[in-house]
């Protein structure tokens, strides 16, 4: 999501006429997108915006833009106090209060004219929405990112999201089109949807399709190659979905749905709202109705309470379902969220690393067996960019794999047989269908 917003912002500015530059010293703007979904992320925030402060003392009229989930949604009194140094704050996927700042500060009304004229193209699609990739990215970006809900309702316990991003809202099925139109006729292929609870999509608004459906409308756009969809959560995966991850051509057999951790004390304490065996369920009829289908998973480790039979329940869990990827976390307490409010945080930081390393061993053996599996077999990849002598792209079920050509292979679907697996990616030869 925080890539998503970032792009925005940069094509913001570049409607404004500002460039990208790869130094800060160089910069007449700088944007600090922020994350705070667990403290590591906040502290590095913290101390990513304090040493822009003496690029800020050396030149005065440096705008200093902070924007994401560090300001929230709420008015940032305490962190205007704390840094008076910034110039701007921005809200999560909201780049129109630097925009606004920026275009007041122009001392010409023709200037001003000129800028709302330029920025128009926002009112096509939404304050969140853009049309253009910024120019460095034009005609180079295979993949994008598109965020369909916004902010989240569901609120578990341990989530400050909810607290910073909002309540939850859809964008219209309409505005998603054009967005998606206009990014494939600028050479994206491969187009993600995003949301925190993506599969609520149109629950706040009964007018609004399902997120089937609006895949359905989104797959017959010409040129576009793939489609995904993240993140899942086990209450909304609904048969409907299912079908058509199943059924459609372009949607990629590849779910992200997190079960958070094994046992079900641990569930409720989340307040996430199933149990483990619901979620056995669910993988079992995924793995079912979408053959070959890939799953991802996120794991918590060392929620407030947890003991070590509590964690050894997940441990088993993922030993039993054998995901293809497993997101892992130490719990991080938030502040505000009902966890931090109501349960002390009693897990010592070295029983959650060592829980931490032992389910990370563990996913490591289980997707280097998956992927063995592959070798020999020859897969569809579609090229993103390049590294160094190697093309990186990913097969449908989004595994990473990697192919030596001088040849440029950006933005196309090609056979490749697999001849190397590891645990995180695969190296292959162009198949010679190529």
């Not at 001003?112 to 096509?124: I, L, N, S, V, Y």
């Not at 998603?176 to 609520?200: C, F, K, P, S, Y």
């Not at 020859?378 to 990697?402: H, I, Q, Y």
Request: contains cysteine.
């Amino acid at each position: 999501m925080n890539v998503a917003d970032s792009a925005r912002v940069a094509s913001a500015l570049e409607h404004l006429g500002y460039q990208q530059t790869g130094r800060p010293d160089e910069a007449d703007v700088i944007v600090l997108n922020t994350c705070v979904v667990r403290q590591s992320a906040e502290d590095k925030a913290y101390g990513r915006l304090m040493s822009l402060r003496p690029l800020k003392e050396s030149n005065p009229n440096l705008v200093i833009n902070l924007m994401g989930c560090l300001v929230g949604v709420r008015a940032p009194r305490e962190l205007q106090k704390r840094f008076p140094f910034v110039d701007v704050f921005s809200p999560p996927s909201d780049p129109a209060p630097l925009v606004a700042y920026l275009t007041q500060s122009q001392d010409r009304a023709t200037e001003q004219a000129e800028t709302q004229a330029r920025f128009d193209w926002m009112d096509e699609l939404d304050s969140f929405g853009y049309l253009h990739l910024p120019k460095t990215q034009r005609g180079k970006q295979v993949t994008a990112f598109v965020p369909v809900v916004l902010g989240c309702s569901h609120a578990c316990t341990y989530c400050i999201i909810p607290y910073r991003r909002g309540v939850e809202v859809s964008r219209p099925p309409e505005q998603i089109l054009a967005e998606a139109r206009a990014l494939v006729e600028q050479g994206v292929r491969e187009i993600t949807l995003l949301g925190q609870i993506v599969d609520r999509y149109g629950k706040d608004e009964p007018s609004y399709p399902t997120l089937a459906a609006l895949m359905r409308q989104l797959q017959a756009l010409d040129g576009l190659e793939r489609i995904r969809f993240l993140t899942s959560h086990p209450n909304w995966m609904t048969d409907e979905l299912i079908d058509c991850v199943a059924q459609e051509p372009k949607i990629m057999p590849h779910i992200e749905v997190p079960i958070q951790a094994g046992d079900d004390a641990v569930l409720a304490a989340m307040k996430r709202g199933y149990t483990a065996d619901d979620y056995r369920r669910l993988v079992a009829r995924l793995r079912e109705r979408i053959p070959g289908v890939s799953i991802a998973t996120d794991i918590i480790v060392g929620f407030p309470g947890e003991t070590d039979a509590q964690f050894q329940q997940t441990y088993d869990l993922l030993a039993e379902l054998r995901m293809d990827v497993a997101h892992l976390a130490r719990y991080s307490s938030r502040p505000g969220t009902v966890a931090t409010r109501n349960l002390p945080d009693d897990v010592p930081a070295a029983e959650k690393l060592r829980r931490f390393r032992a389910l990370e061993a563990l996913q490591e053996e289980i997707a280097t067996e998956i992927h063995a599996r592959l070798l020999g077999q020859t897969v569809p990849v579609l090229f993103e960019d390049k590294s160094k002598a190697r093309w990186r792209g990913r097969t449908p079920t989004n595994k990473l794999a990697f192919v030596e050509t001088s040849a440029d292979l950006r933005g196309q679907v090609l056979p490749v047989k697999i001849t190397w697996t590891g645990p995180w990616s695969m190296i292959g030869e162009l198949a010679e269908a190529a």
